[in-house]
């Protein structure tokens, strides 16, 4: 079967940045499984597989915009210390969850704590970032009726609801 809108699909992949480094990957793990045309991957990976079959590979190098999006600096701002809850120990590095002004829900990262005041970063922590799959397609099946109504992918034993 096809790798094709509606089809889950479990993939190997390893990640690197344009430096070499690794950034992420799982091979020897879990694969990952994810719903293909539902943008559960980033939208350049999902075109490089489109059309590609079980035990195909796939090597692809995405520029940002075709990964996480180029970094927007609107997205970095400061709040007082005072402002932040009693019981908050700010950290580097530490991942909040945020109400925006418009009431939508934000991740943003701390990226600089100092005496009066933390800088937080909204941006995708790859974000900026040129990105080079190596992927290997595992396994593509249909999807079920759940998941297509879901928008992702139902894997046994993992359940979220
Ligand atoms: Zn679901």
Avoid: C, W
């Avoid at 991740?107 to 100092?114: G, L, P, R, S």
């Amino acid at each position: 079967m096809k790798i094709d809108k509606d089809r889950v699909v479990g993939i190997e992949y390893t990640l690197k940045g344009d430096d070499g480094e690794v950034i992420d990957e799982n091979v020897g793990s879990e694969p990952l499984h994810y719903l293909h045309g539902h943008g559960n991957i980033v939208p350049g990976l999902e075109s490089a597989l489109l059309g590609k079959l079980s035990g195909e590979s796939v090597s692809v190098s995405l520029d940002p915009e075709q990964g996480y999006g180029e970094r927007d600096e609107k997205l970095v701002f400061g709040v007082p210390r005072k402002e932040l809850p009693d019981d908050m120990e700010p950290e580097v590095g530490l991942m909040l969850r945020l109400q925006s002004p418009s009431g939508s829900e934000m991740i943003a990262q701390i990226a600089k704590v100092t005496e009066e005041a933390i800088t937080l970063d909204g941006n995708h922590p790859l974000a900026g970032q040129g990105l080079n799959f190596e992927v290997k397609v595992l396994e593509v099946r249909a999807a079920s009726a759940d998941e297509l109504t879901h928008g992702h992918v139902h894997t046994p034993g993992h359940d979220h609801h």
